[in-house]
């Protein structure tokens, strides 16, 4: 039997989040270590979780239990969403609070390496059509990955990846140095700037600030070069 594999990975990973109200708990987790995992329920796509039976499992006579216990792991199951990419406007506008808030840089590997065995890692997939659960004696926790691995082409653009914990809470990377980045959006606060910025001295990790010209962003790094995100046309 053929071994699934994948070898094409992206360096880093991004999490957008916001700052102003949330920014103590945001930057608690940057100084702790960790990435916290929320239900499916408090994610914004009415869809999350959508999936159907195939015929042989909605036929077989311990298909309502199977389900229950499907159920039960998507219910109790944490979820953190991660981007191939840092410099997606709608992200910006919808996951870091108008461009107010901030992106956080993860190298992939240190965060492999440093997130519990029992955590996982996936690349999010986009169709037109939900995710099948076949009787093929898969275990309910992976039923319930299966259904929140999928996701309408509409969100494509969005180039997701997912840390998945059995249960809602703190998936901690530990002694792992996987932030490597924090992006401030062009619209942060002066005071949430100021506390991301003693946050990345205390941690070590650079902090850059958005800079808008026209229809392309940039971030200033604290040595004045400027990562282009857009290139000029």
């Not at 270590?33 to 195939?54: K, Q, T």
């Not at 169709?127 to 990955?145: F, M, N, Q, T, Y």
Request: glycine letters at 4%.
């Amino acid at each position: 039997m053929a071994e699934l594999k994948i070898y094409a990975k992206p360096s880093s990973l991004y999490r957008y989040r916001p700052l102003r109200s949330k920014a103590v708990r945001e930057l608690r987790a940057l100084r702790e270590s960790f990435i916290y995992c929320p239900a499916y329920s408090a994610m914004n796509d009415p869809m999350e979780g959508l999936h159907r039976l195939s015929s042989r499992f909605a036929e077989n006579r311990g298909s309502e239990k199977s389900r229950e216990r499907v159920q039960t792991a998507l219910q109790t199951m944490g979820i953190a969403s991660m981007s191939e990419v840092h410099d997606h406007e709608p992200m910006w506008a919808h996951y870091a609070d108008q461009f107010s808030g901030m992106c956080v840089q993860y190298s992939l590997n240190r965060l492999i390496k440093g997130l519990d065995l029992e955590i996982a890692i996936t690349r999010m997939m986009y169709s037109e059509i939900e995710p099948v659960l076949l009787l093929d004696g898969s275990k309910s926790v992976d039923r319930a990955r299966l259904c929140l691995s999928s996701k309408t082409v509409r969100w494509a653009s969005e180039r997701e990846w997912r840390i998945f914990m059995k249960e809602q809470g703190e998936a901690s990377y530990g002694a792992e140095k996987a932030v490597t980045r924090i992006y401030l959006g062009s619209r942060v606060t002066q005071a949430d700037e100021a506390l991301v910025r003693a946050t990345g001295r205390e941690i070590g990790v650079p902090v850059s600030k958005m800079e808008i010209d026209k229809y392309a962003m940039s971030f200033k790094s604290p040595s004045n070069i400027r990562l282009r995100s857009r290139p000029k046309s």
